[in-house]
């Protein structure tokens, strides 16, 4: 999601002000950003986590999100104000693959409310997912970052019950000083975050960090 969508927007606009960094740029799962962040094969890994710390990683937020639900301009239920399993029961959907954490979540919820989860795209990223959404083939609930920045007039979004909570972070290795353009870049990554979202006509489902962005 990140490298289909915010980490192109940020790394352009970084290059206008500092157009002598070069950039090596890796497109992978989680656990392989976390390899090559422990590893010192990269200075930062962008991606989501839930806690501060994980083994030799630090993990700096930039940002909290609710799970929602986007749905193509003009469908029958953005007249909702908060969606729910119940009101989805039936109602075609795009979903992410089994590797995603949200998928479990989601299909937990469905079960729980006795509701019919009709998959009718399983996809490997959240960019594909909305893709599909905007091609009207059904609905989707996902985490809104940085999907719904990359949409921000394209979407309908409503709030899902029950929710989930992710946290978008810059990792970085525990205990070791970062390079002076690592640590600007960062700076600049979560300047990006907070204009995107001061930007977005719909952004009640997200919460930026500012504070915990000092690398």
Do not use: W
Request: glycine fraction near 4%; proline fraction near 6%; charge should be neutral.
């Amino acid at each position: 999601t990140f490298g289909g969508t915010f980490v192109p927007q940020v790394v352009a606009s970084f290059l206008k002000s500092y157009p002598e960094v070069q950039f090596s740029i890796e497109v992978t799962t989680d656990s392989n950003v976390q390899r090559l962040v422990a590893e010192k094969h990269s200075d930062l890994g962008l991606r989501f986590a839930k806690s501060s710390v994980e083994q030799d990683l630090e993990n700096l937020p930039i940002a909290k999100s609710r799970s929602v639900c986007i749905l193509p301009p003009g469908h029958p239920l953005e007249s909702a104000t908060v969606l729910s399993p119940k009101l989805l029961s039936g109602i075609p959907q795009a979903i992410t693959s089994g590797r995603f954490q949200s998928r479990t979540f989601i299909e937990k919820a469905f079960r729980d409310a006795n509701a019919e989860l009709n998959i009718v795209a399983e996809c490997g990223s959240f960019v594909l997912v909305a893709d599909f959404v905007l091609r009207k083939f059904g609905v989707a609930i996902i985490n809104p970052f940085p999907i719904t920045q990359a949409y921000p007039d394209q979407l309908t979004i409503r709030p899902f019950e029950p929710s989930f909570t992710r946290f978008s972070v810059i990792s970085r290795r525990r205990m070791e000083t970062l390079s002076n353009v690592a640590r600007t870049f960062g700076d600049f990554t979560r300047s990006q975050v907070v204009e995107s979202m001061c930007t977005t006509t719909n952004f009640d489902h997200l919460q930026t960090f500012e504070d915990h962005m000092a690398l």
